[in-house]
Every structure is written in C-alpha cells, then in structure tokens.
C-alpha cells in the first residue's frame, strides 16, 4: 500500500505550506511514462475529456422520472461506477494506435489511416446510448465528430465510426453477464447493530459483490474482516471499540449542536458529499478531479485515455469492494443514526441513546438523511483510496490541486490539497462529519481502495 507513514506526511504538509494554491508542484522526475507511438490527435480537441464531461452531465440528471423501473437505480453510485469503466475501457481500447495493451479483443481496423477519434467517438456513444437508452446521445456524437480536422478525409472519418461501433458492441457484450449483481433482493436484519431502513429506501445493491472484476483477480481480493474483526452482532455492539466509534460520530456527525465539528470540517462534510440528484455524485467528483489535474498537466490525448482507463477500472471495482463488505459479511452494520437512536444501555452501558439525533447529512427536501445500505465500508473512502492509488502512481505523491464539487450544501465550490493522499483522506473522514459512518468504515475504506489503486495501476498500464 502506498501511503506514506505520519512523519513523512507531516513533512510534505510542511513542505507545502510554502507553495501557492491551485499551483502544481513541479516533479523531479515523471512518475508515469508517457504512451509511445504516433501522435494519435488530430486536433486539439481531446475526445476522452469530452466524454467524460458527457458522462458526468448524464450523471446529474439520473435517476430520471418516468422511465422504465429497470432504470430507476441507474444513479446508484455502484451503476454510475460500472457505466464509467464500460465507457473510458471502451474509449482508451479505440484509441489506435496508441494502445498496445487492450482489455477487449483487438479489432482489425477497415483501414490503417481509420480517424481514431471517430472511433473514439462512435465507440462511447455507442456504450452510452446502451447503458441509458431513454437519452438521445446524437447531439454529442456529431459534436464530436465535427470536431476532427476538415483535412481528415470521410471515408476515414466513416471507418472509423465502423469500427468503434465494433468496440463499443464488443464492451457491450464483456459485460452482458452482470445480471445477478443488479438483484434487489434482501433481507433486513432485525438484531441491534444489524443494518435496517432509516427513511432514505430499500437496501440499495445488496448483491453489487457479485460482479465480475474489471481488475481484481476476484470479488474479495482486497475485502477487508468486519467492523472490528467482531463476526457477531452481540459482540459487535457489547465491545467497547463499538461504543467510541459511536460516539465519536455522535460527537462529530450530529445536524444540530455538534460538540467536536469544526467550521472546517462542516464545509469539507458538504464538499465531497455529493450524494443526491444534481450532482455528479461521488464517482462524479473524482472523475472531474481527474480531468482538471489532466488539463493542467497538458496531458495528450492518448495519455488521458489511458489514466482514465486507469481510474475507470478502480473505482468499479473499489465498488465490488466496497458493497461487498457491507452486504457479503457476517455483520451488516448499521448506520449511525440507529445506533445512536436505538442504543440500549442494557447492551453498552457507554453509549447513551438520543431519538432525537440526526446526521449531518441532507438531502435536495431538506431532510436529513442516511445514505440506504449498510454503514462498514464507506463507498466514497473506497473509491477516494483507489483513484488516489492510481493517481499518485502516475503524478506522484507531491502535487497541489485545487477540485470542484457540485453538492448544492457546499461552500466554497473549490477545495485545495497538496497531495492526492490528503484529498482522499479528508473525502473519507468527511462522512464521519457527515454523520453517516464510522472512523472504521473511513479507515478500513481507505486502506482497501489505495491497495486496489496500486494494484490496477501496476497490472493493467499499458506496457508499450
């Protein structure tokens, strides 16, 4: 795991009250080796950047009303997590001749001089319109496609179109036997610590760990034990490691007269929230995250469908993770504002019931809310560990950044960090000032994701 120990992350802390916001830090050596091969843009124009911003448009407007109930989870984060690695696996797999490595079979390519950014282009519409078919993608098709140089002869313009088709259909169907992960079915536990309804809807994925890997060697490789190493719920909720990581978010994570939350962590808890429609939730904000350190590194095209690539595959399968340990696991846990609601003494004499408490969290109503499924692991310290595994590798530990968010509570919009460690540790620790999880959903969250960044940065980059 590549996180840097207390002392060198103080150091660099130090080190980086020095530079100014927003700046990047210049690295002493490339951390990531650019992709060989002919210049594949025709145009400055990036298509992968281009994409990406349809997507996440996309994702602030699902779950849209009035369509199919078979789309109505659509903007589950774990949904948004695979659309996201189908499209950018799709993009980086069309972006000949750049890519010498590809996740899906290699195509033979109608001609050698095909526009690859027509077959960019028709590859992620493609995925796109397959994904959510109620969304009329043409618009952004011929955007793009007018995009390419007038020099690029059509028939050129036209192949390419064909064969990005091919491998938009070929991703297609890679992922045709994802079905079992889309069950809802689930049983709610009915023990005190066992996760239940707290007004927010019905479990959301319970069966998500059933999905096959884009990137792990299997659903369970970077799991981590339950809550606490327990492995029974009487035990859980008796220890006393249980009763501090209530009360801490007790303390931390309440809506009304928090005894610890500083004004600081107030705005960080907004900032990477994300959690509602209109947002481009929390895959969302590390895909934007990506694409401004891409554009203020002046990345090529061909290096962007790479890291996107890159990025894409962990967070899908930071979501495997990630739902895996919340539903796969002999303890459910439930969130926060039950265990705070219905603490019983007679169980843990050190925590103190309130019926009154609420989290932080609100949602587009005003409500206050807990995200609907089980609290152990943290989904957004999950998908913040693995893309900043994955970015660190290639940028390095040491570069400041300043990262957007869409969350309607936020304020400011804009957060600095010098480090993408530090981003992902403070988006983790923000759903404990949130009031939705515990230091050890945050904890044990983070450690999985940076193990799974460095591992899909490490096995599945491009060689040549």
Known sequence: MHRRSRWEHVRVIAAAAVVTAGTLVALPQAAHAAVTGPPPQASAFDHVLYWNSVFLDTIRTLPRDGVDPQYSHDGDPTRLARAGAMLHIALHDANWPAAPVTYLPKITQQNP???????MDAAAHRVLEHLYPYIDFDANLAYALAQIPSSVPSSYVQGGRADGE??????????????????????????????????????????????KPFAMTSPTQFRPPPPGGFTSYDQLVRSSQYAQQVNEVKAYGGAKNPTSRSADQTQAAFFWANDGKGTYRPVGQLFAITQTVARQKGLRQNETAELFNLVSMALADASIVA???????????????SAIKLADTSLNAAITPDPSWEPLSVNAAGQHFSPPFPAYISGHA??????AGVMQRWFGHDLTFTAPTDDPNANPKTRTFTSFEQAAEEDALSRLWLGVHYRWDADRGLDAGFNLGDFVYVTKRDQG
Request: aromatic fraction near 14%; charged fraction near 20%; charge should be negative.
């Open 113 to 119: 001089n095909d526009s690859i950014e027509a077959t």
């Open 382 to 387: 999950t998908f913040a560990g693995a893309w």
């Open 323 to 337: 739902w895996g340990a919340k539903f796969d696991s002999p303890i459910d846990l439930w969130r926060p504002e």
């Open 166 to 211: 091919r491998i938009g259909d070929l991703m297609i169907a890679e992922r045709s036997g994802d079905g079992p992960a889309f069950d809802l079915s689930y049983t709610e536990g009915t023990v005190p610590g066992a996760w239940r309804q707290t007004g927010s809807g019905p479990a959301v994925a319970p069966n998500w760990w059933k999905l």
